[in-house]
């Protein structure tokens, strides 16, 4: 049915149709009807000029399609990954076949993603009618769970520990907060993790990896506050991260802290809590450590670093905490570089450490409790000359030395101290 508006069209001002002479003519004389000719070339031209606005209007031209399977790295089909291009999504079938339809012609983003895979994008540049293009994806490798971060290295059928990142609360050159997810995803936003310089970063990450044989894995957060409410988000979201990548040992790993400023002081008393987690700890120039009794740290090797151009109330507050523990026996060194409150630019000393602890700590068997260290089986280290001896060997009260787990650590630690002497024997 025609609307008001075309009938209205349809008719002259005096009445008559299109085609149709008035009936009366000049003085009332009756006029004979003429119809009108039409070439027939009007109405053709106009059902083109129509189907041109329709197909316009619609958004229809030329599309494309393209088809192809989804496979794993080794080349096992992948089912039930989901492949979009702008709003059109399919799913792939039990063989990892896939097909999208009416696409446009030109260039266009294909995006892929399937459970427990890294996702895809890629730019196509697709032509009319049929396109092939099959899609590999990797295994997934990072998993997150609120504010915690874990890199999980392919290839890796149990990891024996987790290499967990505590920064400080902002960057003290521009105020910005810090966080080290990006460290251990291996992606640098121009953001400050612990460290600000991305060779810096790329080296500890890679070093990292290295560890325990390279059955580690990375964690990395925002700021953790020093609370007992922070230790329990870690431990929630290691359980939850074992869940999402089928690690369940994530849930129970032992972790290894390295932490700056209050990342530090939140290792610290994560491990008071639960030292039987902790394989180790490093806490870098925070002023935030309790004070009180060491509890469960005790027992568990620490690293505490003194800035020796930083604020007077850090360097007391590491001191301190060290000088308690040591005289409580627990195996802790301490040292002080020439910096202000940056964080370990020794790296050498630091992975020597963390390597060196692992190695002692870590249970043959999963799941089984981490080794003990014996405080006479190791190192020490006079704060005063910096010289170093076995245990059995030295000469002044161990108390107060700070403890290494190894030759080869104390002798970086004499380096930082700038210390000479060393004591490998005596007759004792």
Request: proline share 5%.
């Amino acid at each position: 049915m025609l609307s008001r508006c075309s009938q209205s069209r349809g008719r002259r001002i005096d009445g008559s149709t299109p085609g149709e002479w008035n009936r009366s003519g000049a003085f009332g004389f009756p006029l004979r009807r003429r119809p009108m000719r039409l070439s027939a070339s009007i109405p053709a031209l106009a059902v083109a000029l129509l189907s041109a606005l329709v197909v316009t209007a619609c958004g229809e031209g030329p599309t494309a399609t393209v088809s192809g399977t989804v496979r794993t790295s080794t080349g096992a089909a992948i089912a039930g990954a989901s492949v979009t291009s702008g709003s059109v999504t399919a799913t792939t079938d039990a063989d990892g076949r896939f097909e999208l339809q009416r696409l446009p012609v030109g260039r266009v983003t294909l995006s892929t993603s399937a459970p427990r895979f890294d996702a895809r994008s890629e730019d196509l540049s697709l032509v009319e009618g049929s396109n092939a293009h099959d899609v590999v994806l990797l295994d997934q490798t990072l998993f997150t769970h609120g504010e915690v971060r874990a890199y999980l290295p392919l290839g890796v059928a149990q990891y024996r520990a987790a290499i967990v990142f505590l920064p400080g609360l902002k960057d003290p050159a521009t105020g910005n907060p810090l966080d080290s997810r990006d460290l251990v995803s291996g992606t640098w936003k121009g953001k400050c993790s612990i460290w600000c310089s991305p060779s810096v970063m790329e080296e500890v990450r890679q070093r990292s990896l290295a560890l325990a044989g390279g059955q580690v894995a990375l964690v990395g957060t925002t700021t953790l506050v020093e609370q007992p409410a922070s230790y329990e988000t870690l431990l929630t979201a290691l359980s939850a991260l074992g869940t999402q990548s089928l690690h369940p040992e994530l849930e129970s790993i032992p972790l290894l802290f390295v932490g700056h400023s209050m990342g530090g002081c939140t290792a610290y008393g994560f491990s008071r809590a639960h030292g039987a987690r902790v394989a180790g700890f490093i806490t870098m120039k925070g002023a935030c450590h309790d004070l009180g009794p060491a509890q469960a740290a005790a027992s568990v090797p620490g690293y505490f670093l003194v800035g020796g151009a930083d604020e007077d109330y850090r360097r007391e507050n590491i001191t301190a905490v060290f000088e308690a523990g040591r005289a409580a026996g627990a195996p802790w060194a301490v040292s002080v570089d020439a910096l202000g409150h940056d964080p370990m630019a020794d790296l050498e000393q630091m992975f020597d450490w963390m390597d060196t602890v692992l190695t002692a700590r870590l249970p043959e068997s999963a799941g089984a409790p981490l080794r003990a260290v014996t405080e006479t089986a190791g190192w020490l280290g006079d704060r005063e000359t910096g010289a170093i001896s076995t245990y059995a060997c030295y000469g002044s009260t161990p108390s107060s030395a700070s403890w290494l787990p190894s030759e080869e650590t104390a002798l970086h630690w004499q380096e930082t101290a700038q210390g000479t002497g060393v004591v490998r024997s005596c007759s004792r």
